[in-house]
């Protein structure tokens, strides 16, 4: 009984470390961070807790930035399709993008 009650408690565990929550805007977001690796070279693929943006109390990781923007972002990681929000205009969309280290030639038409 006690070794079962350790399996899951193990599992339990490797499951809360393998997800990241970011705080966008005062928006929290969680995913894992296998989602974040797939597309390499970007500054959420580059997550460390080294990073100032990191807080060790909350365990979160905190950007000012546009939390509608990122719901998009987010959402390209995990789909692999970049849309275009219809309530944001299109330099305030390229800036964000540029500020995750993605590029405006991956959006969808």
């Given at each position: 009984?006690?070794?079962?009650?350790?399996?899951?408690?193990?599992?339990?565990?490797?499951?809360?470390?393998?997800?990241?929550?970011?705080?966008?805007?005062?928006?929290?977001?969680?995913?894992?961070?296998?989602?974040?690796?797939?597309?390499?070279?970007?500054?959420?693929?580059?997550?460390?807790?080294?990073?100032?943006?990191?807080?060790?109390?909350?365990?979160?990781?905190?950007?000012d930035r546009h939390p509608?923007?990122?719901?998009?972002?987010?959402?390209?990681?995990?789909?692999?399709?970049?849309?275009?929000?219809?309530?944001?205009?299109?330099?305030?969309?390229?800036?964000?993008?540029?500020?995750?280290?993605?590029?405006?030639?991956?959006?969808?038409?």
């Amino acid at each position: 009984m006690n070794l079962v009650r350790e399996e899951l408690q193990l599992k339990s565990e490797e499951q809360r470390e393998s997800r990241v929550i970011l705080n966008v805007g005062g928006v929290r977001h969680e995913t894992q961070k296998a989602t974040l690796k797939k597309i390499p070279a970007t500054r959420l693929s580059k997550l460390t807790e080294a990073l100032i943006n990191y807080d060790a109390v909350t365990g979160e990781y905190f950007f000012d930035r546009h939390p509608g923007v990122f719901a998009q972002v987010l959402n390209y990681y995990r789909t692999g399709k970049l849309h275009y929000p219809t309530d944001v205009c299109g330099p305030l969309f390229e800036e964000e993008l540029a500020f995750w280290g993605l590029d405006s030639n991956q959006v969808e038409p």
